[in-house]
């Protein structure tokens, strides 16, 4: 019995660990050819989306929306973001036209309740109409949400650099670069 407790404990804590690791690594890279968001560190400045061109060791090339070629060096950027595409908003329209078609169908029944006993028992034309503008409701919010699409933006960092780079200049200069992290 103490053998398999001790192999459950064991294997949790693996499972921990490795769940750990996993939660470190979520930070999203710039990387060539992504869409992203900059804000310069400039006060005032307002943020740039565009296509990433290149990224350098601390400098990212980026050709905006209006077709013009920015580049940012590390330190002139207070954040940058990555885009993970557009989502639709299929289910928050779901929840909004139920409600609407909910509080629709109260109102109608509290409106007119005689004529609705007249051709259901009492308190089933409440149900009825309830719902029936609460299913109406959610599937025309359904429908309008699944049109409205909004850009998913998560923080993003310029990739790690190399231990060792070794760049030649447009001169023909040669530069090695060593990197420590500590």
Not at 46 to 69: H, K, N, Y
Request: proline share 3%.
């Amino acid at each position: 019995m103490r053998r398999f407790s001790i192999r459950i404990t064991g294997s949790i804590a693996l499972l921990l660990t490795c769940a750990s690791a996993l939660s470190a690594q979520d930070t999203a890279f710039v990387s060539e050819g992504s869409r992203v968001k900059i804000f310069p560190s400039v006060e005032g400045a307002e943020p740039v989306i565009g296509t990433v061109v290149d990224v350098a060791l601390d400098t990212l090339i980026v050709l905006s929306e209006r077709e013009e070629v920015l580049a940012y060096h590390s330190s002139d950027l207070w954040k940058i973001e990555t885009s993970e595409g557009e989502k639709k908003k299929t289910l928050l329209g779901l929840g909004v036209g139920a409600g609407a078609g909910l509080v629709t169908g109260l109102v109608i029944c509290a409106a007119d309740e005689a004529n609705c006993d007249k051709w259901f028992e009492p308190g089933d034309a409440t149900a009825a109409y309830v719902l029936l503008t609460t299913a109406l409701g959610g599937g025309l919010g359904a429908v309008v949400g699944s049109l409205i699409k909004t850009e998913r933006w998560v923080e993003a960092a310029f990739p790690a650099p190399p231990t060792v780079a070794l760049n030649v200049g447009k001169d023909g200069s040669v530069r090695l670069a060593f990197s420590l992290r500590l």
